[in-house]
């Protein structure tokens, strides 16, 4: 059977490619299970630093698959399916090591959900994101209506959400939302390149950065302060702060090794 998920280990880099192009990457049962299972062996696996996250054929995902929801016969069923959908994007959103998006085509609903939920996002020129379940009658379910108000200004995310149609990857990147611009053909590379680049740091600076990011927003400014200054006199105690400031006198980079 052909795998719905590939994962390729390149250098310290890990790439996962949603690999069900017939159905353009739709995200199923099979799908979530085995994203968070990728997920989990490569938490163990001190050789990755980065993860990129793409999609095979012409487009990133068009969604949670549509075919599996219409056989649901109860909310239980669908509850049930939009929880793990939703654990798998915190798990990946919570990832130690930083997690960038490689959108080509078009990235809507659960698979903008998706891209939402790693750290960061490159996408192609005329790639189009879009969160469009208002015109089926519901709205996203696996962070969408939380995680973009957290990324775009609110009355752009509300519009995207409330109206159901798309924003072309030109102006995701004017707003904010995308990090990096790539032509058309080039997102993969591009966003393995910003990965190269995350996996040179420190990994234990890289957890506690993203920690920081995720966790501060949600405290008190002074609160926030305090649990960076806590986080920044650990940090001075690993050996990787020691390596850093020798290869920073000598010129060179760093070879971090995660203690």
Request: a negative charge; glycine letters at 10%; charged letters at 25%.
């Amino acid at each position: 059977m052909t795998p719905v998920l590939r994962v390729e280990l390149r250098d310290q880099i890990a790439v996962l490619t949603l690999d069900r192009p017939a159905q353009l990457n739709a995200v199923d049962s099979e799908t979530v299970d085995r994203l968070t299972q990728a997920l989990n062996d490569i938490r163990e696996n001190d050789d990755v630093r980065a993860l990129v996250v793409t999609g095979a054929g012409r487009t990133f995902s068009a969604g949670a698959d549509l075919g599996e929801i219409e056989s649901f016969t109860t909310p239980g069923q669908f509850r049930a399916f939009v929880g793990r959908l939703t654990k798998a994007y915190a798990l990946l959103e919570g990832f130690p090591k930083p997690s960038v998006a490689a959108v080509h085509g078009f990235a809507f609903g659960g698979g903008l959900e998706l891209a939402l939920a790693c750290d960061l996002r490159v996408a192609e020129r005329g790639a189009r994101l879009g969160l469009p379940e208002m015109k089926l009658g519901v709205l996203p379910g696996a962070g969408g209506t939380q995680r973009l108000p957290r990324l775009l200004p609110t009355a752009i995310a509300k519009e995207m959400i409330l109206t159901g149609e798309p924003i072309h990857a030109e102006r995701a990147w004017q707003l904010g939302l995308v990090n990096e611009l790539a032509e058309p053909g080039g997102a993969l590379a591009a966003a393995e390149a910003v990965a190269a680049r995350l996996a040179a740091g420190a990994p234990l600076a890289l957890a506690a950065g993203k920690r920081l990011v995720d966790h501060g927003l949600g405290m008190d400014l002074e609160a926030a302060i305090a649990y960076e200054r806590e986080t920044v006199a650990v940090l001075f105690c690993t050996e990787d702060r020691i390596e850093g400031l020798k290869a920073f006198r000598e010129r060179r980079p760093g070879d971090f090794r995660g203690v």
